[in-house]
């Protein structure tokens, strides 16, 4: 069997398929032969989004879900059964975030964040994991966390919390699930482009509303992401793709970066005057360069 088909005739649901991560999941997901059933609060999105399955030639399934119901989550991995037969591939990736500082959030604001991150995950896996231990075949559980689950995340303190109970559950399922052969792993995006973050939050996806990238934005991921530019959905697609496949066998319980290597310069980024690497942006364009650099001068 080639590569591209390693998930033939596997099926998979995917929490917030409908757009942005979770559509570039469920789309690389096709494409490697898997079937997708797109749970997605948005009923346009899960056709459009169940349609683009279909014309790579795979079978889709879209299920209107408002992850924030628990029922509805559970209807959701029923329906799934009940029109394939199987579940081999959970992608736990609807979530939404406010930014707010803490101290200005009200109770309500964290049991949204609260119930949208981390509950919604919990129902899904509760719900999907029996039926792949049933089918006997095992599976593979990808969590979609951030980057925020690993870094201080001011304004971000709650959605960040949750990211941060992703990745300890994807590590204890790994664990408690592994004797049934399902792989439980996590990714962690940053800078993605989204139509979330391009302010299409309701509705069909369109990127032709979307406000092109000017050059100064350009410009400022160059200095912070060390690959110089801002990930697109598929990149997370892929990443997903493998850790779904018999590629990815014997990897289980790792929580994978997929941001252009933002996690590991942790703050150091590339200065506008000389286009080398200076610890933080404001002292970046001093005259005489980042505190770092002065210090390697004084030592």
Same mark, same amino acid.
């Given at each position: 069997?080639?590569?591209? @088909?390693?998930?033939?005739?596997?099926?998979?649901?995917?929490?917030?398929?409908?757009? #942005?991560?979770?559509?570039?999941?469920?789309?690389?997901?096709?494409?490697? #032969?898997?079937?997708?059933?797109?749970? &997605?609060?948005?009923?346009? /999105?899960?056709?459009?989004?169940? @349609?683009?399955?279909?014309?790579?030639?795979?079978?889709?399934?879209?299920?209107?879900?408002?992850?924030? &119901?628990?029922?509805?989550? *559970?209807?959701?991995?029923?329906?799934?059964?009940?029109?394939?037969?199987?579940?081999?591939?959970?992608?736990?990736?609807?979530?939404?975030?406010?930014?707010?500082?803490?101290?200005?959030?009200?109770?309500?604001?964290? *049991?949204?964040? !609260?119930?949208? $991150?981390?509950?919604?995950?919990?129902?899904?896996?509760?719900?999907?994991?029996?039926?792949?231990?049933?089918?006997?075949?095992?599976?593979?559980? !990808?969590?979609?966390?951030?980057?925020? =689950?690993?870094?201080?995340?001011? $304004?971000?303190?709650?959605?960040?919390?949750? @990211?941060?109970?992703?990745?300890?559950?994807?590590?204890?399922? =790994?664990?408690?699930?592994?004797?049934?052969?399902? /792989?439980?792993?996590? !990714?962690?995006?940053?800078?993605?482009?989204?139509?979330?973050?391009?302010? $299409?939050?309701?509705?069909?996806?369109?990127?032709?509303?979307?406000?092109?990238?000017?050059?100064?934005? @350009?410009?400022?991921?160059? =200095?912070?992401?060390?690959?110089?530019?801002?990930?697109?959905?598929?990149?997370?697609?892929?990443?997903?793709?493998?850790?779904?496949?018999?590629?990815?066998?014997?990897?289980?319980?790792?929580?994978?970066?997929?941001?252009?290597?933002?996690?590991?310069?942790? #703050?150091?980024?590339?200065?506008?005057?000389?286009?080398?690497?200076?610890?933080?942006?404001?002292?970046?364009?001093?005259? #005489?360069?980042?505190? =770092?650099?002065?210090?390697?001068?004084?030592?």
């Amino acid at each position: 069997m080639g590569a591209e @088909k390693m998930l033939q005739d596997q099926v998979a649901i995917v929490t917030g398929g409908g757009g #942005g991560i979770g559509q570039g999941i469920a789309l690389s997901l096709a494409r490697h #032969g898997a079937n997708v059933v797109i749970a &997605d609060i948005v009923p346009e /999105r899960c056709a459009d989004t169940a @349609k683009l399955v279909r014309d790579l030639g795979c079978r889709a399934l879209g299920a209107p879900t408002d992850v924030m &119901d628990t029922e509805q989550i *559970r209807a959701a991995v029923a329906a799934a059964d009940e029109e394939f037969g199987r579940v081999d591939i959970l992608v736990n990736n609807a979530g939404g975030v406010t930014g707010r500082p803490f101290l200005e959030q009200s109770e309500r604001s964290w *049991r949204k964040h !609260i119930d949208i $991150n981390l509950v919604s995950m919990l129902a899904a896996t509760a719900e999907a994991a029996p039926i792949m231990i049933r089918g006997g075949r095992g599976g593979s559980i !990808i969590n979609v966390a951030s980057i925020e =689950a690993s870094r201080a995340a001011p $304004n971000f303190a709650v959605y960040a919390a949750c @990211k941060a109970g992703m990745l300890s559950f994807t590590r204890t399922m =790994a664990v408690e699930l592994g004797e049934h052969k399902i /792989r439980v792993n996590c !990714i962690s995006p940053d800078h993605t482009i989204t139509p979330g973050n391009q302010g $299409n939050r309701a509705g069909p996806v369109d990127p032709a509303t979307w406000i092109p990238r000017s050059e100064d934005v @350009k410009a400022g991921f160059a =200095a912070i992401v060390p690959l110089g530019y801002e990930g697109d959905i598929d990149e997370c697609g892929d990443v997903a793709a493998f850790l779904a496949s018999p590629m990815s066998r014997y990897v289980s319980g790792v929580n994978i970066a997929v941001d252009g290597g933002t996690w590991a310069s942790s #703050g150091w980024m590339r200065a506008q005057s000389h286009g080398g690497w200076v610890l933080h942006d404001r002292l970046a364009n001093r005259p #005489g360069g980042s505190l =770092a650099s002065q210090q390697n001068r004084r030592a």
